[in-house]
């Protein structure tokens, strides 16, 4: 049974998945475990649209913040901005706790916390803009203070928010751009994926090994669905920036919010910013979410259908009381993702929740 069709003349006008594990010998990709045309070929979409060297893409998010903790050691001092997904603080306490690298809290959004980075550090990681509270946090400026203590160190910003349109990491100093795919990449809610994003060689080389002895690596279904929804990346952000800008100024409006938060877009590091705002409510989240119908409950975000949720609840729930109270995060808090909807059906929708309350 080793009938083949002959396909050398097919010139297919996408690429074709390639749901295959194992090459022939000469092929360069070896193993799926370890390379795959289509892997291969989003890898060159992302490191493009970062204007990064070197694109690792892995089965998630987490997947990607846990390749980056396998660069530390015992004694090591990893910096952590607290303001970020509440999976993503218990993951670094938990590794911290059971590999014995020390783990300190600093809000950089505060710049005079940047002159308190401790000169040991090896590691930095922080999201920008922040999860939850959308604060800003200068890239050069981390990058550059930590630098001057130890050159070696590594500086991580989680770049999922902004995406590659609008901020570029690397050429503010940073040494990885990390990325959950699950969200804007994909930006349907059918695919997961995360990608590293580097110009270092020996971090992209660690990378690749980590992706390969632990199993890392993106499927190839994966990998070309989230390829495949690259293709209207752009029009999708240009349509939920302009929709998140107009929601913005419309809750501002609402008696029943307390304050609407956004992030600071200086044209500089952060270009541009679309998809994501956080609201405090006057009233019950309940109430006002049961009364919601265009927009869905749920974990997904960053996608074509919009959103709601409460991150005391939903993205934080794995924090502490007592640490969603450091972060100032109440019950109150409201996150709206917003898709491709009409703008005036979304306002009917919450206007309708509004008076509920």
């Known amino acids: 049974m080793h009938i083949r069709e002959d396909d050398t003349g097919a010139h297919p006008a996408v690429t074709p998945i390639y749901q295959v594990s194992a090459f022939e010998a000469d092929s360069p990709y070896f193993y799926s475990r370890k390379n795959n045309p289509n892997v291969a070929e989003l890898e060159t979409v992302l490191k493009t649209l970062e ?10 998010g987490m997947s990607a913040i846990f390749m980056t903790l396998e660069i530390l050691r015992p004694g090591d001092t990893m910096v952590v901005n607290p303001f970020i997904y509440g999976c993503s603080y218990r993951l670094l306490q938990r590794i911290s706790e059971r590999r014995g690298f020390k783990l300190v809290d600093l809000d950089f959004s505060e710049d005079s916390n940047i002159d308190k980075i401790p000169e040991e550090t090896k590691m930095i990681f922080f999201e920008t803009p922040t999860n939850p509270f959308l ?43 990390l990325h959950s795919g699950t969200k804007y990449f994909s930006g349907h809610s059918d695919v997961m994926n995360g990608v590293l994003m ?11 090994e980590t992706r390969f002895y632990g199993g890392l690596m993106l499927s190839p279904e994966n990998a070309w669905l989230t390829r495949r929804s690259l293709q209207t990346l752009e029009l999708r952000l240009k349509q939920q920036q302009m929709v998140c800008a107009e929601m913005k100024d419309f809750l501002i409006q609402q008696p029943k919010v307390e304050k609407v938060f956004y992030p600071k877009i200086d044209g500089q590091q952060l270009k541009g910013y679309a998809g994501i705002l956080f609201f405090e409510l006057k009233g019950d989240y309940q ?11 749920g974990t997904a975000m960053a996608c074509v259908t919009s959103m709601v949720a409460q991150p005391w609840s939903g993205s934080h729930a794995s924090m502490t009381e007592e640490e969603k109270k450091q972060i100032n995060l109440s019950e109150n808090l409201v996150r709206l993702s917003f898709g491709l909807e009409n ?6 929708d919450l ?3 509004f008076q509920v309350l």
């Open 51 to 60: 204007g990064a060297k070197h694109a690792i893409a892995v089965t998630c």
């Open 135 to 177: 604060k800003s946090i200068d890239i050069e400026k981390v990058s550059k203070r930590v630098k001057e203590q130890n050159p070696e160190a590594v500086v991580v910003v989680d770049n999922t928010w902004a995406t590659p349109l609008f901020q570029h990491p690397l050429e503010l100093g940073a040494d990885v751009s």
């Open 198 to 208: 580097t110009d270092r060689e020996d971090l992209a080389e660690e990378f690749r």
């Open 287 to 297: 109430k006002f979410m049961q009364a919601l119908n265009i927009f869905k409950t």
């Open 343 to 348: 703008p005036d059906d979304l306002k009917k």
């Open 351 to 353: 206007l309708g929740a």
